[in-house]
């Protein structure tokens, strides 16, 4: 009987362990749960993300306004390049002011002389004076060919110069010039005789004499450069 009361006592006792571990079990599993409830917060966390993509927004709008401003950079680009143009038009390039018309190689009194500056570098002005009644436009590079001893004729490159706008009234003078290194060795194989002219944007050509005084050419012709015309006052 005794041990019966033991027994039983013993079961009781054991019954209260495992009812007391369930209930432990269970507040453990709430205070996870709690503390997951307390956690979920967490993927909230976006909503700050979401702020800081409203703020990356912002500065891409920012970009926007910068790209804006290289667009107006952009315009100042095509302003510069309108100046550019303006510029074009004023060094010269062969075709006037778009007002006045060429001058006509038979309107054109023209004339060489030399002008050597030193005895080391040669110079020829070629002058062309408007007879006509109106004016005219002289711009540009005037059409050179020396003619040789020979009988041969050369064309005579371009300087590197800018044409600038020349514009002729009656009676009013444009020149340019022939520039080379003189020769004074005496053993210069050139031996030029005439010049020819054909004035800027014409087609007829007129022939001049090699200027009395005129070193003689160092090299070929090839190192004979002509160079624009612009007004003599």
Known sequence: MKLTRIAAVAALGVAATFSLTACNGDDSSNGQAATGSASSPAPN????????????SASSNGGAKTSGGGGSTSGSGKS???KGSANGAVNGTGKGDGKTTFCKTADLAIDAQNAAPDKTSGRINITMINRGSTTCSATGFAGVDIKDGDHTSNPIPRGQAQPRITTLKPGDAAVFDLAYTIDSSGKSLSHPTNILVTPPNETHT????????????????????????????
């Open 206 to 233: 007129i022939t001049l004499a090699w200027p009395s005084g005129a070193g003689a050419v160092k090299g070929s012709y090839a190192d004979v450069e002509v160079y624009p015309t612009h007004n003599a006052n």
């Open 80 to 82: 510069g390049g309108a």
């Open 45 to 56: 966390a976006p909503a700050t993300g979401s702020s800081d993509s409203s703020g990356s």
